[in-house]
């Protein structure tokens, strides 16, 4: 079911508001190749770093994947400093998402997905805003395109994220192996998390 439009403004309040608490840091799109290979090597860092992966499994040094083709690439700088980054894979027909490929799941053009969230090291002393204003920006995007399902993978950790965060998450699946966790595919219901996340993230002035 779609939004109706006061439900569409609520999202947008949203946006507006998680922009807000996550300054100084700006977030907007990775439009050229050098913006999207920071990206990549940022990945790349972070899963070795996480020992989900061997460096010599990346001799360039970059974390890739069929789906970076067709995705929207989100960051978020700290000055010119690359803090945080994120995907949104838009659906193609005929194309599953990454999350319907590992699932054994039906594709539904109607679903973006959103992965390959990371907050650096050295953006993680508000990394809850930081992480927010992350999503908020993903949501701008998937606004923007007119899509109103959101799709994702997440580990049980992630999971506990996204709820104290106010995101209204429902399990789709069993976990699978992803990245060396069990994680589970899992659907974000927009409107819910939008009230939600407006309370847990409130304005100095409205507190």
């Known amino acids: 079911m779609q939004p109706d439009e006061s439900e569409i403004a609520l999202l947008r309040r949203l946006v507006r508001r998680l922009e807000m608490v996550a300054q100084p840091v700006k977030f907007d799109v990775a439009r050229t190749p050098d913006e999207r290979q920071a990206i990549y090597a940022q990945r790349c860092e972070t899963v070795i770093a996480r020992n989900w992966a061997q460096a010599n499994e990346f001799p360039d040094q970059m974390e890739r ?50 992965g390959r969230t990371i907050v650096a090291v050295n953006g993680r002393s508000r990394r809850h805003q930081v992480f927010a204003g992350l999503m908020g920006q993903c949501l701008h995007e998937v606004l923007d395109r007119e899509y ?16 104290r965060m ?13 990245w060396g966790e069990q994680r589970y595919p899992v659907k974000i219901d927009l409107v819910t998390s939008a009230k939600g996340m407006l309370e847990k993230f409130p304005l100095q002035s409205e507190m």
């Open 166 to 178: 106010g995101l209204e998450v429902t399990i789709l699946n069993g976990a699978a192996e992803v």
């Open 65 to 114: 994947d069929e789906y970076d083709g067709r995705s929207v690439h989100v960051r978020g700088l700290l000055g010119k400093t690359l803090v945080a980054s994120g995907r949104i894979v838009l659906p193609e027909s005929g194309r599953p998402l990454p999350v319907e490929a590992k699932y054994g799941m039906e594709p539904n053009v109607g679903h973006v997905e959103i």
């Open 148 to 163: 109103f399902h959101i799709v994702a993978c997440a580990s049980r950790q992630l999971l506990r994220i996204y709820r």
